[in-house]
Nanobody
Framework: QVQLVESGGGLVQAGGSLRLSCAAS????????MAWYRQAPGKQRELVSA???????NYADSVKGRFTISRDNARNTVYLQMNSLKPEDTAVYYC???????????WGQGTQVTVSS
């Protein structure tokens, strides 16, 4: 069973940057599309960005141009570089592997990102 551990969140002022990491156990990480999701208080979890096994990426319109997703298959890790952060980026951030309309693995604990104005 793959386990996901997110880290790198914190409190930052608007305009600041954070780099999130998601470490996955297991030896088959490289074949999966991986994605970052976020859930703000009182809102549904939303897809922020995804990266294919071959490296192609996509982003939600709300983060395009500010966030960059990347992966290191040798380290079984996916990253999310977040720049020009806004208060509306405040949420718990999670990673997972999208599968159809769902996801492949149990959710990790997430990492809290708080952006102050």
């Amino acid at each position: 069973q793959v386990q996901l551990v997110e880290s790198g969140g914190g409190l930052v002022q608007a305009g600041g940057s954070l780099r999130l990491s998601c470490a996955a156990s297991g030896s088959i990480f490289s074949i999966y599309t991986m994605a970052w999701y976020r859930q703000a208080p009182g809102k549904q979890r939303e897809l922020v960005s995804a990266i294919l096994s071959g490296g192609g990426t996509n982003y939600a319109d709300s983060v395009k141009g500010r966030f960059t997703i990347s992966r290191d298959n040798a380290r079984n890790t996916v990253y999310l570089q977040m720049n020009s952060l806004k208060p509306e980026d405040t949420a718990v951030y999670y990673c997972n592997a999208p599968y159809g309309s769902g996801w492949s693995f149990p959710w990790g604990q997430g990492t809290q990102v708080t952006v102050s104005s």
